[in-house]
């Protein structure tokens, strides 16, 4: 079933989320950085943690107060929402922490701005982000995550995505951002008669993490952009496109190749995009409906320790903005329930 018409925007949008990378290097409003009171506080909530032990996925905001920072979290996750869409935390002493505090700490801070959902079929609910040896990114049912290539600008399917470095890459593996609200903005001013083609959108591949009996594909098209109750959203994810129409033998017309070509083109331009190096205890939040990230590709250490590894949340923001039933219902069991678990359980692995 096909999405029904909606209310398509055509007029540029002006506010913050529209910013370029060329504007933000020398800025530091994008990074929030842990003083040492919210480093003592952190600690203390690890050691009530300790005496009185909660398993990760039962560690709600309550566990987690963080009463010093609370105020300026709010601001974080006011700015996701309604400001650039993003945000880094950094000043995390990470070598302090083992493995599960640094688990506990991500997820903690994770609670202030969403709750975490499941990111694959498995019903993980804490993700790692490392490559696997021998899968290569575009195969089938393969995720860019689960690979060391360079990465096209896509979002997650989830309100916010949290990124936390755990090791970093022998080389490369730089973080990359773009507005997706920019992009519009290039598209109407540049090749307007492309807003039809990507506001009727496009089926996404599911990757083999479909439910069984259930189609491949996503049940009807998902608009990559989707204006609704007066917010502009966006979902594209090219790879998942383009696989999608491998398996069911589609052919994309000259205008909707086009589009996709322009939105790979435009978010990877120097003055566009923001690029970062994460270095580890920092955390990149994103919001994934006015924010694509990207990754450069990288070279991995030999040592297997050593390796490039992140750890990722997939948060949805109770408070955040509506989204229209077809741009919400990618899977077709619901706005925002992530990834249907096979099991039907969800879960939460450290290492």
């Known amino acids: 079933m096909e999405s029904e018409a909606r209310e398509v925007l055509r007029r540029p949008i002006t506010d913050r989320s529209a910013w370029k990378g060329c504007e933000l290097p020398n800025r530091q409003d994008w990074i929030y950085t842990l003083a040492p009171a919210a480093i003592a506080e952190i600690d203390a909530t690890l050691a009530r943690l300790r005496e009185n032990p909660v398993p990760l996925t039962e560690i709600r905001r309550e566990h987690f ?13 006011d700015e996701l929402e309604n400001g650039r869409g993003f945000m880094v935390i950094r000043g995390l002493p990470f070598g302090k922490y083992d493995d599960d505090d640094i688990a506990r700490i991500f997820w903690g801070v994770g609670t202030h701005f969403g709750h975490p959902i499941s990111q694959n079929a498995s019903g993980d609910l804490l993700g790692h982000v490392r490559a696997i040896e021998g899968l290569k990114y575009m195969d089938k049912n393969v995720r860019g995550y689960q690979t060391n290539a360079e990465l096209f600008f896509h979002n997650d ?10 090791r970093k890459a022998k080389s490369g593996g730089v973080s990359r951002l773009a507005s997706a609200v920019t992009l ?6 540049k090749h307007p008669e492309y807003i039809d083609v990507l506001a009727r959108g496009f089926h996404y591949d599911l ?11 996503t049940p009807h098209r998902v608009p990559v952009y989707s204006y609704y109750e007066g917010r502009l959203s966006c979902r594209y994810v090219y790879t998942a496109i383009v696989t999608a129409a491998r398996k069911a033998g589609l052919v994309f017309t000259k205008q909707e190749t086009e589009a996709m070509e322009f939105l790979n083109e435009t978010a990877a331009r120097e003055d566009v995009r923001l690029d970062m190096v994460l270095e ?11 924010v694509l990230h990207s990754r450069t590709a990288y070279e991995e250490w030999p040592e ?3 390796k490039r590894h992140m750890l990722r949340l997939w948060l949805n923001n109770p408070n955040g903005r509506k989204l229209a039933p077809e741009f919400g219902d990618r899977y077709g069991h619901g706005i925002g329930m992530g990834v249907p ?11």
């Open 65 to 77: 107060p963080l009463t010093p920072i609370a105020d300026d979290f709010a601001k974080i996750l």
């Open 157 to 166: 399917n989830c309100d916010i995505v949290g990124l936390l470095c755990f």
């Open 184 to 189: 519009y903005n290039e598209v109407l001013s």
């Open 207 to 217: 990757r083999g993490e479909e439910l069984p009996g259930v189609s491949p594909l």
């Open 280 to 290: 580890p205890g920092d955390m990149q939040f994103c919001n994934n409906h006015i």
């Open 304 to 306: 297997s320790d050593r």
């Open 341 to 351: 678990p096979v099991s039907g359980t969800t879960r939460a692995e450290v290492a």
